[in-house]
């Protein structure tokens, strides 16, 4: 469970900016909120919102987590020595354009609270650290890398070969990362929450829809795919696949060299392509099959590619995190897909939500608490912000959509706000 994640000097953030889903004690989230057992944060909301106008920085919020996901995952696997680590730091300031971005998430796995972070530049690590803090117990420091290696810290209690995991740590990739591909166990659980549980979809437009296919060939899970998309809205009382000869005859094979075309040839001569159709009753009650990616709405069909996925989070109990969730959605499917997490039959495992929007239709009291709005705005000096609803002044029975579009809570576009 993702508890916080705060991320400085990274592409529009210059300062240090937090996104928090820890949940207060009103009965809305009492009614909606996981229960955790941990003292420290003992409910954690199933959804926030991010609102703000285009540029703002969202979606750097969202590549920031994005990038911390990736060097964690893929730094001492994929890369070599000396490649770029793709970080940009905030260049519209001459303090942060030459200095390292930082990163740090909070999160639960395995009734441990973790704190995980590091700063890098593109070039190398610079400092890294993970505590845990066990059911019960005191707040452990598991390793902390400052200054030369020799002076690395990492915990005597943690079983393997440490000395191993510093000295193949490369000043490009993270410690957490070598350490696991040279099997230090203890710490394949906080490795394994960002390679398993932590899941960033940068634009659900782009999303395609393999994943819902294949799951739609098993009965149960087609049933519950329809189920869903039925939930959100959408008019459909059947989900046809259909597999079809790969058409080698439109792909310009010949214009490739001989030797590539020869064995593509070969290699897709067997190969089929799946074809899916929604069923709709027609007046006549039979069921009409449109294909989905020539005759239905994008909507439907962002609506599909997401379906597949959405209920393998909520089966699995994992973090997702979706920039522009609203994109083609119908107001009333966003906050479907939504209220799937906010439900505890349709998530009974805890998975959580982040998402960004410009749609304002989900501001409402009954629906997104204060604790599960977020507002992010730019300032004078083009520095994204990132701001909880609770900070504002919010009166009493004021409509939360209306006070939003008026500025009262920022995070419109400037001439909106100086309208206002």
Not at 353 to 363: E, R, Y
Request: glycine fraction near 6%.
């Amino acid at each position: 469970m993702l508890v916080e994640f705060s991320v400085r000097n990274y592409r529009s953030i210059r300062d240090r900016q937090t996104l928090s889903l820890v949940g207060g004690s009103s009965q809305r989230i009492r009614d909606i909120g996981i229960e955790t057992g941990d003292r420290g944060v003992p409910r954690l909301v199933p959804a926030a919102a991010v609102f703000g106008p285009n540029g703002a920085g969202k979606t750097t919020l969202v590549k920031a987590l994005g990038a911390m996901r990736r060097l964690v995952v893929d730094s001492a696997r994929e890369s070599q020595e000396g490649d770029p680590l793709d970080l940009a730091p905030f260049r519209l300031s001459a303090a942060t354009r030459a200095a390292p971005s930082e990163f740090e998430i909070i999160f639960r796995e395995d009734d441990i609270r973790f704190q995980y972070g590091f700063v890098a530049d593109d070039t190398r690590v610079h400092e890294e650290w993970l505590f845990a803090r066990p059911p019960g117990g005191r707040t452990q420091r598991w390793f902390e890398r400052r200054g030369p290696r020799e002076e690395w810290y990492v915990n005597p209690s943690l079983k393997g070969e440490k000395e191993a995991w510093k000295q193949s740590t490369r000043d490009n990739a993270l410690f957490l990362s070598s350490a696991v591909q040279l099997n230090a166990t203890p710490l394949r659980v906080p490795f394994n929450w960002f390679h398993s549980r932590l899941q960033v979809i940068r634009s659900s437009e782009r999303l395609g829809e393999s994943f819902s296919v294949r799951q739609c060939e098993d009965p149960d899970m087609k049933r519950r795919i329809l189920h869903l998309m039925q939930a959100a809205g959408v008019d459909v009382s059947d989900i046809r696949i259909t597999e079809h000869p790969f058409p080698v005859d439109q792909v310009k094979i010949k214009e490739l060299p001989q030797d590539i075309s020869v064995v593509l040839s070969k290699a897709l001569s067997d190969a089929t392509w799946a074809r899916t159709a929604f069923g709709h009753r027609a007046d006549d009650d039979r069921l009409v099959y449109l294909d989905l990616d020539t005759e239905e709405s994008d909507g439907t069909r962002v609506l599909f590619a997401l379906a597949g996925p959405w209920l393998d989070v909520l089966d699995n109990g994992l973090v997702v995190v979706v920039d522009e969730l609203s994109n083609s959605l119908h107001p009333l499917a966003f906050r479907r897909l939504i209220d799937f997490f906010h439900d505890k039959e349709t998530n009974p495992h805890g998975a959580q939500l982040v998402l960004t929007t410009h749609d304002t239709s989900v501001l409402d009291r009954d629906f997104l608490h204060s604790d599960q709005i977020w507002m992010v705005e730019r300032t004078r000096d083009l520095a994204t912000t990132v701001t909880p609803l609770s900070d504002y002044k919010v009166r009493a029975h004021e409509s939360l959509q209306r006070g939003y579009l008026a500025g009262r809570y920022g995070a419109v576009p400037m001439d909106e706000r100086e309208g206002a």
